[in-house]
């Protein structure tokens, strides 16, 4: 009888344990290890990328993005990850947004010397979704994503184009091997600009920092 019941409990267990996004035992160590983390974050206006992500879409001409903010959601182990363009270097007038969803694990025997920890965030797919009438003409002008019909609320999966240079300039999946410190209200990432592969920042960006919502 043990024997069977042990085998049942096995395929079970590895199926709760296969997708960490679903997972309510890794949702609850993951958020334990950094409860200051779990909220949303949103950096400053910015009139060019952070990193490599949709550099294309920020380089002049007719269709080109003038502002853009990036937006962090921590949420049990769950990472979302905003990219919000804007048709003004003010940040008005939004156009359009990228949405990458995925899962986070955070290391905490591997810190840095300024205090950063290390934090793997796994993203497995990506959205697009247009904001406004200005937002869907700027799209269609350079096919955004290889669409030329775009129209102001659609919402489009873009995974399986994701890496070309004007849709999300960034292969999904991928995992940021990054590092991260929070400082009260704010929160600060690594320096480096990698999107994916393995390499990790050595040091924290304090020029370029996250502000609690």
């Not at 003004?88 to 359009?96: F, P």
């Not at 290889?146 to 991928?174: K, L």
């Amino acid at each position: 009888m043990k024997t069977l019941a042990f085998a049942f409990i096995i395929p079970v267990l590895l199926t709760a344990c296969k997708d960490r996004r679903s997972n309510p035992v890794t949702q609850v160590q993951e958020a334990a290890k950094e409860t200051d983390l779990q909220r949303t974050w949103e950096s400053d206006c910015s009139t060019r990328p952070i990193d490599a992500v949709v550099t294309g879409l920020m380089s002049g001409g007719q269709a080109s993005i003038k502002g853009m903010r990036t937006q962090y959601k921590f949420t049990g182990a769950n990472v979302i990850r905003k990219t919000i363009l804007f048709n003004h270097a003010d940040c008005s007038g939004e156009a359009y947004v990228f949405e990458e969803s995925g899962d986070f694990k955070i290391h905490e025997d591997q810190k840095t010397t300024d205090g950063g920890k290390a934090i793997d965030m796994n993203f497995h797919s990506v959205k697009v979704t247009i904001s406004d009438d200005v937002g869907a003409t700027a799209a269609n002008a350079i096919s955004l994503c290889r669409r030329n019909n775009w129209a102001r609320g659609d919402s489009v999966d873009v995974t399986s184009v994701a890496e070309d240079a004007t849709c999300y300039n960034a292969q999904v999946p991928r995992t940021n091997y990054n590092i991260y410190r929070v400082d009260g209200n704010h929160l600060y990432l690594g320096s480096s600009g990698v999107v994916a592969g393995n390499q990790r920042p050595a040091t924290l960006n304090f020029a370029y920092k996250y502000h609690a919502k």
